[in-house]
């Protein structure tokens, strides 16, 4: 298993909609561990495969108390999201150094190939939930700054490269 570096802000891959996985095979499994090792070095609580520049659908996620309880989805998709909403600090390493309190559903129903290749439908409910969704948006070529106003995210981006440059 390697730790993989993150593509930095600005890089086009972030906007770019990943392609559909065809098959779990043991390659994607061993993606899926690399993004693991990934995902828990940072520390987080979920990782999409273009945040370290592969531009498939597969996500990680672990919101356990214990590490060691990754949820491994390839091609994952929201068939359902509750009308009740949660309100939660979000960040990507992507963009050191910013953070942004984004709401999003409580709950989801996911549909998703699973580690056995499997499809696979599960409810995420709170902090799952919430960074199911985080990751599918990477898929989908967003971010969280979308979801806030254009001078919100302005002033974010700033802030980030602001910080970078010190580095």
């Known amino acids: 298993m390697t730790i993989r570096r993150f593509v930095p802000y600005g890089d086009r891959r972030l906007r770019s909609p990943a392609e559909p996985v065809a098959a779990v095979?043991?390659?994607?499994?061993?993606?899926?561990?690399?993004?693991?090792?990934?995902?828990?070095?940072?520390?987080?609580?979920?990782?999409?495969?273009?945040?370290?520049?592969?531009?498939?659908?597969?996500?990680?996620?672990d919101c356990s108390d214990r590490r060691g309880q990754?949820?491994?989805?390839?091609?994952?998709?929201?068939?359902?999201?509750?009308?009740?909403?949660?309100?939660h600090e979000e960040a990507s390493p992507n963009l050191p150094g910013v953070s942004a309190v984004i709401?999003?559903?409580r709950a989801v129903t996911?549909?998703?190939?699973?580690?056995?290749?499997?499809?696979?439908?599960?409810?995420?409910?709170?902090?799952?939930?919430?960074?199911?969704?985080?990751?599918?948006?990477?898929?989908?070529?967003r971010m969280f700054i979308d979801r806030l106003s254009p001078l919100r995210r302005k002033m974010l981006i700033a802030r980030s490269e602001k910080l970078s440059n010190r580095g």
Do not use: C, K
């Open 25 to 61: 095979t043991e390659t994607i499994r061993m993606i899926w561990d690399d993004m693991v090792e990934t995902m828990d070095a940072m520390p987080g609580y979920g990782l999409a495969a273009p945040q370290i520049g592969i531009m498939l659908r597969l996500a990680v996620v």
């Open 70 to 87: 990754a949820v491994r989805m390839a091609n994952p998709e929201v068939l359902h999201a509750s009308v009740q909403m949660r309100r």
């Open 103 to 105: 709401e999003r559903p």
């Open 110 to 141: 996911v549909r998703f190939l699973n580690e056995a290749g499997m499809v696979e439908d599960r409810d995420f409910v709170g902090l799952w939930a919430t960074s199911v969704q985080h990751q599918i948006d990477h898929l989908d070529g």
